[in-house]
């Protein structure tokens, strides 16, 4: 049983450039999210899609956009990265009804 | 604004010895999480918990949530080695909705010395 499957685990990319980091589940959880984590300031909510169909924002979500391409994946793209996208990305997943979160190995990103 | 704080950020203890890591926040919740980090890696759940006085423990950790006083606790208890990585408190901002958005705080820093 997989999990929470993030790609790329590593990607360095030129400011300007467009990217897009891929998450799927296969524990057929209904939630998703995606959330930076910088040095020092814990994770933070980029987007997240609460079931099939539907995303909304989160705390942080200038810059990117997400797609919920179906229950399994939901993916994060930057259209033009800059150098204060740097950071470790996380995808989650959460059952419906249930409170806990399972979290992705993370993509570290850096634009240089 | 949802403000979570997390005291101390850093902790250096020694093998044996108790500590509690505090975590404080501003709005009403009664949804608290506790995750550890290891360097490098993703985050591992340690304890939800989802109601005013619930109280938790796994082995040397002990979490507990005071919804009335916004505050939650992980209590260390004869700390080993074993139990050094970041560890991240994280509330529920949905105000009671289902979307179970999470604010985190900032993590503490623990090392158990030898």
């Known amino acids: 049983n997989a999990g929470v499957t993030q790609t790329p685990k590593f990607q360095v990319l030129k400011t300007g450039q467009s990217m897009t980091l891929q998450c799927a589940q296969d524990?057929?959880?209904?939630?998703m999210y995606w959330y930076r984590q910088d040095p020092g300031m814990g994770l933070r909510l980029i987007y997240y899609s609460a079931s099939e169909g539907t995303t909304d924002k989160g705390e942080v979500p200038n810059g990117y956009n997400v797609s919920r391409l179906n229950k399994r994946e939901f993916s994060l793209r930057l259209e033009s990265a800059a150098p204060s996208q740097t950071s470790v990305y996380f995808c989650?997943?959460?059952?419906?009804?249930?409170?806990?979160?399972?979290f992705g190995d993370g993509t570290r990103l850096s634009i240089l | 604004e949802l403000k979570v704080e997390q005291n101390p950020l850093f902790l250096s203890m020694q093998e044996g010895k108790n500590y509690t890591i505090y975590c404080n926040y501003s709005t009403t919740s009664d949804r608290l999480y506790w995750y550890r980090q290891d360097p490098g890696k993703s985050l591992e759940s340690l304890f939800v918990?989802?109601?005013?006085?619930a109280v938790k423990q796994e082995g040397r950790l002990m979490a507990s949530l005071d919804t009335k006083a916004r505050l939650s606790t992980l209590h260390i208890t004869a700390a080993v080695h074993d139990l050094s990585a970041t560890y991240f408190c994280?509330?529920?901002?949905?105000?009671?909705?289902?979307?179970?958005?999470?604010?985190f705080g900032k993590g503490t820093l623990l090392t158990v010395n030898p």
């Open positions: 994280a509330v529920d901002m949905s105000s009671g909705g289902s979307n179970y958005k999470l604010t």
């Open positions: 989650a997943s959460r059952p419906q009804n249930q409170a806990r979160q399972h």
């Open positions: 524990m057929n959880h209904n939630s």
């Open positions: 918990l989802l109601s005013n006085g």
